[in-house]
């Protein structure tokens, strides 16, 4: 079966700063790979995902992501982080049948 | 358009007494899943349904909790009697179909404790 480790459990970075969220996926086929926010109090909101193709995703809200299969990892990046984007952000991998797999999250907070 | 509906956003109930949840998907969705999220932790897949069929609910602890989707439309989670490590979030997905292209969308959650 698929997992996914989040190593960050919290992660603090100033509004203007860049942002690298890792993620790295276990999974013997093809994986499919997401990322997920959730804001306090409310539901997972898709961020982006992979299913083939080009390796570097755009999201939405200014997010990419690139996967690197050499490194089994998928890891999350904004250029410049503003106040609004402080969350709990997922990984996930998931299969054929649509079976998702989540990590543990990384919280992030952002400094003023 | 909506997106996917759940209630009661919080409950809290004593232990032993039983507790139900309400999911209805965006309109259309075939697909529809059930999920728990204990505190620091990711969902995990409790049960997942196509139309009125569950075809995943190899998670579920089947000797207290309970699921149906009636009309392949709205769904309720049970559990009875609720135990003190229940206490987690319960969020309902849907998704036009089950097929890995699918985006599943998350309603906000219900919130349980149990004391």
Known sequence: AQSVTQPDIHITVSEGASLELRCNYSYGATPYLFWYVQSPGQGLQLLLKYFSGDTLVQGIKGFEAEFKRSQSSFNLRKPSVHWSDAAEYFCAVGSNNNDMRFGAGTRLTVKP | ?115
Do not use: M
């Open chain 2, 1 to 115: 358009e909506a997106g996917v509906v759940q209630s009661p956003r919080y409950k809290i109930i004593e232990k032993k007494q039983p507790v139900a949840f309400w999911c209805n998907p965006i309109s259309g969705h075939n697909t529809l899943y059930w999920y728990r999220q204990n505190l620091g932790q990711g969902p995990e897949l409790l049960i997942r349904y196509e139309n009125e069929e569950a075809v995943d609910d190899s998670q579920l602890p089947k000797d207290r909790f309970s699921a149906e989707r009636l009309k392949g439309v709205d769904s309720t989670l049970k559990i009875q009697p609720a135990e003190l490590g229940d206490s987690a979030v319960y969020l309902c997905a849907s998704s036009l179909g089950q097929e890995y292209q699918e985006t599943q969308y998350f309603g906000p959650g219900t919130r349980l404790l149990v004391l």
